[in-house]
């Protein structure tokens, strides 16, 4: 190798050794894809990002032309056909709180934190996630109900949701459960755990944001709730949280659509633009709570007097579209967790600022994810930088439940 070779080697490793010295910071892309367009901050502009888009996403599937279910008569009554829908969300603040769910936007240098686990531990993914100090929950500034943190990762393209979070100067971030989504994809939780949402469905995607019904269009389903649900669920719900087994009652994941037929020529452009998402996607039950609100984010650019025309139209001019499987407790789906051949640290041993290199191997996984310091990851390794020893944990997931495998990485 000449001495110009040389040189040029040495410069790139120096360049990558920068990189791997930054805080046991994995290596990330920057962007992944259409993710990479969102700008960061809170309550951002997404710029037309839309998350799930596998080619089996259900949430982002055109129902337009989708069949009645036979059911759908049954169920509209037990919700009430003279019930109002109601959009959650608007601009300014209720007895003190923000109207709707937030959310942020984060870059890969956001720093990932533990998170301490209450109520549904055992059904979470694990930290760390990277959920800023300053994270806004449901209600903010005076957080109430179901106090959400939703928070998108925009160069590895995660979404993380935590369900009645709160943050404690000796705890740090502590929530009853939280779940990490791939949004390159259309994974599934396992099947009876549940996630941010009662369904076992991530909220995001289903809100009703300013941003995107301002530039025209929502090319999503939204997500609802109502009062009383069935002890069953519907794809792309993996979760119920019901103890009632009347078959007329919506299971978790009923997709209800607008009408065809209803006029919405008299209602404002912004409007408009709900109810035609509301035709061509629907609206998913997501969650128990009152009949029925359609969720939305807070902005203060929502006209609160405009979206309250919505309270005008009722359950009446709803149907259900054709369900498919209705999983019960007799029927839940069964089938082989993750598979992990192997989980390595190479090096097992290292001095203080050198690389690790951590690999697996894994069938059957619809996501992986290491806890500590890392979090999930694709792929089958990753390079980081360790400052203490530690035990890491492989978190290898998918419909049918979780696998996991341990390396211990020694420093000196």
């Not at 109601?86 to 934190?113: M, N």
């Not at 191997?361 to 020893?389: D, L, M």
């Given at each position: 190798?000449n001495r110009f070779s040389l040189a040029r080697?040495?410069?790139?490793?120096?360049?990558?050794?920068?990189?791997?010295?930054?805080?046991?910071?994995?290596?990330?892309?920057?962007?992944?894809?259409?993710?990479?367009?969102?700008?960061?901050?809170?309550?951002?502009?997404?710029?037309?990002?839309?998350?799930?888009?596998?080619?089996?996403?259900?949430?982002?599937?055109?129902?337009?032309?989708?069949?009645?279910?036979?059911?759908s008569d049954n169920i509209i009554n037990s919700?009430?056909?003279?019930?109002?829908?109601?959009?959650?969300?608007?601009?300014?603040?209720?007895?003190?709180?923000?109207?709707?769910?937030?959310?942020?936007?984060?870059?890969?240098?956001?720093?990932?934190?533990?998170?301490?686990?209450?109520?549904?531990?055992?059904?979470?993914?694990?930290?760390?996630?990277?959920?800023?100090?300053?994270?806004?929950?449901?209600?903010?500034?005076?957080?109430?109900?179901?106090?959400?943190?939703?928070?998108?990762?925009?160069?590895?393209?995660?979404?993380?949701?935590?369900?009645?979070?709160?943050?404690?100067?000796?705890?740090?971030?502590?929530?009853?459960?939280?779940?990490?989504?791939?949004?390159?994809?259309?994974?599934?939780?396992?099947?009876?755990?549940?996630?941010?949402?009662?369904?076992?469905?991530?909220?995001?995607?289903?809100?009703?944001?300013?941003?995107?019904?301002?530039?025209?269009?929502?090319?999503?389903?939204?997500?609802?709730?109502?009062?009383?649900?069935?002890?069953?669920?519907?794809?792309?719900?993996?979760?119920?949280?019901?103890?009632?087994?009347?078959?007329?009652?919506?299971?978790?994941?009923?997709?209800?659509?607008?009408?065809?037929?209803?006029?919405?020529?008299?209602?404002?452009?912004?409007?408009?633009?709900?109810?035609?998402?509301?035709?061509?996607?629907?609206?998913?039950?997501?969650?128990?709570?009152?009949?029925?609100?359609?969720?939305?984010?807070?902005?203060?650019?929502?006209?609160?007097?405009?979206?309250?025309?919505?309270?005008?139209?009722?359950?009446?001019?709803?149907?259900?579209?054709q369900q498919g499987v209705v999983y019960t407790?007799?029927?839940?789906?069964?089938?082989?967790?993750?598979?992990?051949?192997?989980?390595?640290?190479?090096?097992?041993?290292?001095?203080?600022?050198?690389?690790?290199?951590?690999?697996?191997?894994?069938?059957?996984?619809?996501?992986?994810?290491?806890?500590?310091?890392?979090?999930?990851?694709?792929?089958?390794?990753?390079?980081?930088?360790?400052?203490?020893?530690?035990?890491?944990?492989?978190?290898?997931?998918?419909?049918?439940?979780?696998?996991?495998?341990?390396?211990?990485?020694?420093?000196?």
């Amino acid at each position: 190798m000449n001495r110009f070779s040389l040189a040029r080697a040495l410069f790139a490793l120096c360049l990558l050794m920068g990189f791997l010295i930054e805080l046991q910071r994995p290596l990330f892309a920057q962007g992944i894809g259409p993710c990479a367009r969102m700008s960061v901050g809170q309550l951002s502009n997404l710029n037309g990002f839309i998350p799930f888009q596998g080619t089996d996403s259900l949430w982002n599937k055109d129902i337009s032309a989708a069949q009645v279910d036979p059911n759908s008569d049954n169920i509209i009554n037990s919700i009430g056909p003279n019930v109002n829908i109601y959009g959650d969300f608007g601009s300014g603040l209720w007895q003190g709180s923000h109207i709707g769910d937030p959310y942020q936007v984060v870059s890969g240098t956001q720093a990932k934190v533990p998170i301490t686990f209450g109520l549904y531990g055992k059904e979470s993914d694990p930290g760390p996630m990277p959920i800023p100090a300053d994270a806004l929950i449901t209600g903010y500034p005076m957080p109430n109900g179901d106090r959400h943190v939703m928070v998108l990762e925009k160069d590895g393209c995660w979404l993380y949701e935590l369900f009645n979070a709160h943050q404690s100067p000796f705890l740090g971030w502590w929530a009853d459960s939280a779940a990490v989504w791939d949004m390159t994809a259309s994974d599934y939780r396992p099947f009876l755990w549940t996630a941010a949402d009662a369904a076992g469905l991530p909220i995001f995607p289903g809100l009703v944001r300013y941003d995107e019904v301002n530039a025209g269009a929502i090319k999503h389903a939204l997500r609802a709730t109502v009062a009383v649900t069935q002890k069953a669920f519907v794809l792309p719900a993996t979760h119920w949280a019901s103890i009632y087994t009347d078959s007329k009652l919506p299971p978790m994941g009923t997709r209800l659509r607008l009408k065809a037929n209803f006029d919405i020529s008299h209602f404002s452009a912004h409007n408009q633009v709900i109810l035609t998402a509301l035709k061509k996607y629907g609206v998913i039950v997501s969650d128990n709570g009152a009949s029925v609100f359609i969720s939305g984010a807070p902005d203060d650019r929502w006209d609160n007097h405009d979206l309250s025309a919505l309270k005008t139209i009722t359950m009446s001019n709803f149907e259900v579209i054709q369900q498919g499987v209705v999983y019960t407790p007799d029927n839940v789906p069964t089938g082989p967790k993750p598979s992990i051949g192997s989980f390595t640290a190479n090096p097992m041993n290292v001095h203080k600022g050198n690389p690790v290199m951590l690999s697996w191997n894994v069938t059957g996984q619809e996501y992986n994810i290491i806890s500590p310091v890392i979090g999930p990851v694709r792929g089958t390794s990753i390079t980081f930088v360790p400052t203490q020893t530690a035990t890491y944990t492989l978190y290898s997931t998918n419909q049918y439940g979780r696998s996991t495998a341990t390396v211990v990485v020694a420093v000196q």
